[in-house]
């Protein structure tokens, strides 16, 4: 969904957001070009998932843990807390129900990395203002008609609905169009302009010591139930 | 273990046959078996750290000849296309072996074989057999070969579920599984499909309740039957429809009776008789009991969660075709879901063909470039790690 040289940009920020040896879901993962960079760099344990089923062979291949499924369709067989992270990239904007699906992230990992096009980037604002029409960028080429992004939104959007979920953003980087990065501050104003890309490394707020016991999980019969 | 064993060569059967004595093997059933026999066929070479052991499971009516000639039929291996030097389950560097299963009928214990309590044919007093029998065979016959890792085990369909039993049974002689068009329980369609065949069988006035090795009249007409049936369910709608259509057989015009007017017909027609001439019906019988008893939902689903001997190295791969409706791919998904439930390494791929349940062992390119690549791959990581 976005030209080469962004994604990769994308992957070593990632990467700066974990720490070694962590277990870790990367969803859309592709070839697995990301999570086979994660096991050789940081001594990660990878799982992914695509839903293009020539990619998910590619990444099988490589001896990559990878199944082919859909992040609407199939978070639902990873138990609670399954992963220290929970890995979603330039992705969340192509889902039908976003919303469901980062709080799918955040039951099945402790910590979620989400990383989005920032429909409140200046040039875009711009292009839909003075052409009338839904902008078309280097990071978003498609026709309003074909793209896969079905909804857009900003990054301030997207403060405020992890607001209304109670999930916390530990850290938040915003990537410019040419690919400089800075930290996104809390008083939003010219970021929001700014970036094009932005990457959330976001989780719940954390009440240990208290577990809960809903995360036990059991096997009765022939079906997964949480207690 | 107190058995004894002998290796010998069969040169009629071109394999080796281990014969296993006083082996107190028992059954699911409670049978004892203490005299029987396992054929194999190996392929490549064994490594000095005996660490690249590729044990490929047979479907229902597959045998050992996996590549290579087969002096049954005179044609080629079952798959051939797979397995051999350079191909996509490489024999310059893995070591494969392939066995019948017992209750089979191509030089393992089965029940044309003599009963030697008895001194003649077992037929149908043969005890009855299950998948979990068949791999605990598999184990007396790596044990005799002193074999005591496998890199990996590959399967499909009968094969798929030696494969996923074999990680129930022995988890920590297994480094990585490649389960094909499987399944977790065999369904009731399936069982129902099976059982017409057998009545196929058994409804021969030649089948004798199975003695007819004894008389010498095989129940030829019956077991062709249920080989036309099941033919069927390998395939698909789609497949069948692009290679037979409604076109007729040798001529131009319906005959108004009974012949094989039908390309279709005749293909099936052509599909039973020459499977009768390779295939025991009593083993036809004994062989898909096995599948209809298979059913490790539960069994499977506590290994995972509680082993009592370690399984979470283990590697699974599961690969289903999207024109199977014989092992759907919402079976396979089954076994994906409950090992990413308990934070297990699965792999799992959905294969798009048309060509049905018979799809892994038909020219898929896709299915040959995802096992090769699991297996090479996978393998490089265990050379480095040691």
């Known amino acids: 969904m976005n030209n080469k040289f962004s994604i990769r940009k994308d992957w070593r920020l990632i990467e700066s957001l974990i720490v070694e040896n962590s277990r870790i879901l990367d969803i859309g993962c592709g070839e697995g070009g990301l999570i086979s960079q994660l096991e050789k760099n940081i001594n990660a344990k990878t799982y992914g998932i695509e839903v293009n089923s020539e990619l998910a062979r590619k990444a099988i291949a490589e001896g990559l843990n990878v199944i082919e499924g859909n992040a609407e369709k199939d978070l639902d067989q990873y138990s609670n807390n399954s992963f220290d992270y929970v890995i979603l990239s330039q992705t969340l904007q192509a889902m039908l129900k976003p919303k469901d699906v980062l709080l799918e992230l955040l039951r099945i ?20 203002l003075f052409t009338g029409k839904m902008p078309m960028t280097k990071g978003l080429p498609y026709q309003w008609y074909e793209t896969p992004n079905i909804h857009f939104f900003t990054i301030k959007d997207f403060e405020n609905l992890c607001k209304e979920l109670n999930i916390v953003i530990e850290k938040s980087i915003g990537l410019t169009s040419s690919g400089k990065q800075f930290s996104i501050s809390k008083k939003l104003s010219n970021e929001n302009l700014f970036t094009s890309e932005a990457i959330f490394l976001l989780s719940y707020q954390n009440f240990e010591p208290i577990k809960l016991k809903s995360k036990q999980k059991t096997f009765v019969g022939n079906s997964i139930i949480a207690r | 273990m107190n058995y004894k064993f002998n290796i010998i060569d069969d040169k009629s059967l071109e394999c080796k046959i281990v014969e296993f004595s006083n082996a107190n093997f028992k059954l699911d059933s409670d049978y004892i078996l203490n005299n029987f026999k ?25 045998d050992q ?48 074989e003599i009963d030697v309590n008895t001194n003649s044919p077992f037929g149908g007093k043969f005890p009855s057999i299950t998948i979990n029998d068949i791999v605990n065979a598999q184990n007396y016959l790596l044990e005799s070969l002193s074999i ?4 990996a085990i590959i399967g499909g369909s009968m094969g798929a579920m030696q494969a996923i039993q074999w990680s129930l049974n022995y988890p920590d002689k297994i480094e990585n599984i490649i389960h094909i068009a499987g399944a977790l329980k065999h369904s009731s369609q399936n069982i129902a499909f099976h059982e017409v065949g057998r009545q196929a069988i058994m409804n021969d006035n030649n089948w004798n309740k199975g003695s007819y090795n004894e008389n010498g009249k095989r129940p030829e007409t019956g077991l062709a039957v249920a080989r036309m049936i099941a033919h069927i369910t390998y395939l698909s709608e789609n497949a069948m429809h692009r290679k037979f259509g409604r076109k007729l057989q040798s001529r131009d015009i319906i005959s108004f009776g009974f012949d094989a007017d039908f390309q279709v017909e005749s293909y099936l027609r052509y599909q039973g008789r020459s499977f009768v001439e390779r295939f025991d019906a009593n083993s036809y019988l004994y062989l898909t009991r096995a599948m209809d008893y298979f059913d490790i939902v539960d069994k ?10 370690s399984n979470k190295h283990i590697n699974y791969l599961v690969i289903s075709f999207t024109s199977d409706w014989l092992f759907p791919t919402i079976e396979n998904k089954e076994i994906v879901k409950k090992l990413n439930y308990f934070n297990r390494n699965v792999s799992f791929t959905e294969i798009e063909t048309d060509k049905g349940h018979d799809s892994f062992l038909l020219d898929e390119l896709e299915l040959d470039f995802t096992i090769n690549g699991f297996l090479e791959s996978n393998y490089r990581k265990l050379e480095s790690h040691e």
């Open chain 1, 109 to 128: 990992g402790s910590k979620a990395i989400v990383s989005f096009p920032n429909f409140g980037h200046w040039r875009i604002r711009l292009q839909l």
């Open chain 2, 148 to 151: 005591k890792k496998l890199f």
């Open chain 2, 38 to 62: 396992i054929a194999f066929k190996s392929f490549g070479t064994l490594n000095k750290k005996k660490n690249n052991v590729i044990l490929v499971c047979h479907a229902l009516t597959g």
């Open chain 2, 65 to 112: 000849y996996v590549t290579g000639y087969n002096p049954v039929t005179k044609r080629e291996g079952w798959w051939s296309r797979m397995v051999g030097p350079n191909k996509p389950i490489d024999t310059n560097k893995f070591f494969v072996i392939c066995s019948n299963v017992i209750g089979g009928c191509s030089g393992s214990t089965g029940p044309k």
């Open chain 2, 300 to 309: 499977f689903s506590k290994a995972i969660e509680f082993p009592t001997i």
